[in-house]
């Protein structure tokens, strides 16, 4: 059974940075990519960055230059470094696996609660 379980969201002042972690119960490689959504309350579900296997990364603009996507592939762990927090940036955030083992079947972990306030 594949499983994500993402960590590390917490209330954070802003301009604050906070590392959230995903980790797999499956290799990171059995996946066409992984990334992180956020969904904000009242808001739509929102790509914040993301990576195929190849190594290419995309990001939101509106994360472009705080936010880094990387990974673990020993460790079976995907991380989201947030730097230079904002209070739009508060929000559940999902990890994703893409594609598992090109099935075109996605997987979501629980999510995990980013606030960013003073």
Same mark, same amino acid.
């Not at 917490?10 to 959504?37: E, K, N």
């Not at 009242?42 to 990001?59: D, I, M, P, Q, W």
């Given at each position: 059974?594949?499983?994500?379980? *993402?960590?590390g969201?917490?209330l954070?002042?802003?301009?604050?940075?906070?590392?959230?972690?995903?980790?797999?119960?499956?290799s990171i =490689? =059995?996946?066409?990519?992984?990334?992180?959504?956020?969904?904000?309350?009242?808001? *739509?579900? *929102?790509?914040?960055?993301?990576f195929? =296997?190849?190594?290419t990364?995309?990001?939101? /603009?509106?994360?472009?230059?705080?936010?880094?996507i990387?990974?673990?592939?020993?460790?079976?762990?995907?991380?989201?470094?947030?730097? =230079?927090?904002?209070? *739009? /940036?508060?929000?559940?955030?999902?990890c994703?696996?893409?594609?598992?083992?090109?099935s075109?079947? /996605?997987y979501?972990?629980?999510?995990?609660?980013?606030?960013?306030?003073?």
């Amino acid at each position: 059974q594949v499983r994500l379980v *993402e960590s590390g969201g917490d209330l954070v002042q802003p301009g604050g940075s906070l590392r959230l972690s995903c980790a797999s119960s499956t290799s990171i =490689s =059995s996946f066409g990519g992984m990334g992180w959504y956020r969904q904000a309350p009242g808001k *739509e579900y *929102e790509l914040v960055a993301a990576f195929v =296997s190849s190594g290419t990364t995309n990001y939101a /603009d509106s994360v472009k230059g705080r936010f880094t996507i990387s990974r673990d592939n020993a460790k079976k762990t995907v991380y989201l470094q947030m730097n =230079s927090l904002k209070p *739009e /940036d508060t929000a559940v955030y999902y990890c994703t696996g893409f594609d598992y083992n090109g099935s075109g079947h /996605d997987y979501w972990g629980q999510g995990t609660q980013v606030t960013v306030s003073l």
